[in-house]
């Protein structure tokens, strides 16, 4: 299995600031990154495929970029609607396998 | 819109088999190229992807857990099951049914892009 390695675990971050969070794989995985937004008590919902695509509804303050190994989600403007954990999930090689999670604060 | 929602047990003995159900409304689990899926999340921890069923009937598993895993689906009520055996405390987990879908970009990318609320399973004697 590919073990994604997200760091960090726990983020603290203020209103409007930017954040970044990096996500990376073992090995090259050119750019099979997906991520996910799990707001407290909810379900994940899909922010970013393929590394760097934005999916349909999501704020254009989020963003992803990288290929091969690093990958990482912004957030250009933190808002108080962010508080949640983002998993990034590579679907390169099954099992389609996720990070562990960064939990974002405010 | 697409909605799913989970049925459970709630509560399951150890060494007692696991049997969850996702009713699939507004869509149909036997149309289109989707894969319907598990994932589960451990109290407090991350995303455990369990087993996905092509909408062909096709079915795939995580291999840490394949020996114990079922999945299936029934046309008639558009639902997908999941059954698993054996059952112990580390079983213990919110399960998510969810579609994936390919997403074209560069590259297609196989996401989860509807999900579950989830269910809360706990395995306790």
């Known amino acids: 299995d590919i073990q994604m390695t997200q760091s960090p675990s726990t983020l603290s971050a203020s209103l409007g600031d930017r954040v970044t969070i990096t996500c990376r794989a073992p090995?090259?995985?050119?750019?099979?990154v997906n991520w996910y937004q799990q707001r407290p008590g909810k379900a994940p919902t899909l922010l970013i495929y393929?590394?760097?695509n934005l999916h349909s509804g999501v704020p254009p303050r989020f963003s992803g970029s990288g290929v091969g190994t690093h990958f990482s989600l912004t957030i250009s403007s933190l808002q108080p609607e962010d508080v949640a954990i983002y998993y990034c999930?590579?679907?390169?090689?099954?099992?389609?396998?996720f990070g562990q999670g960064t939990k974002v604060e405010i | 819109q697409l909605h799913l929602q989970e049925s459970g047990p709630g509560l399951v003995k150890p060494t007692e088999t696991l049997s969850l159900t996702c009713s699939v409304s507004?869509?149909?689990?036997?149309?289109?190229?989707?894969?319907w899926g598990w994932i589960r999340q451990p109290p407090g921890r991350g995303l455990e992807w369990i087993a996905n069923?092509?909408?062909?009937?096709?079915?795939y598993y995580n291999p840490s857990l394949r020996s114990r895993l079922s999945i299936s689906m029934d046309t008639s009520k558009n639902q997908f099951s999941l059954r698993l055996s054996s059952v112990t405390a580390a079983d213990t987990a919110v399960y998510f049914c969810?579609?994936?879908?390919?997403?074209?970009?560069?590259?297609?990318?196989?996401?989860?892009?509807?999900w579950g609320q989830g269910t809360m399973v706990a395995v306790s004697s």
């Open positions: 969810a579609r994936r879908t390919q997403m074209a970009a560069i590259i297609l990318s196989d996401v989860f892009d509807v």
């Open positions: 507004r869509g149909s689990v036997s149309s289109g190229d989707y894969y």
């Open positions: 069923i092509y909408s062909s009937g096709a079915t």
């Open positions: 090995q090259s995985i050119s750019s099979y």
């Open positions: 393929a590394a760097s």
């Open positions: 999930q590579q679907s390169h090689s099954p099992p389609h396998t």
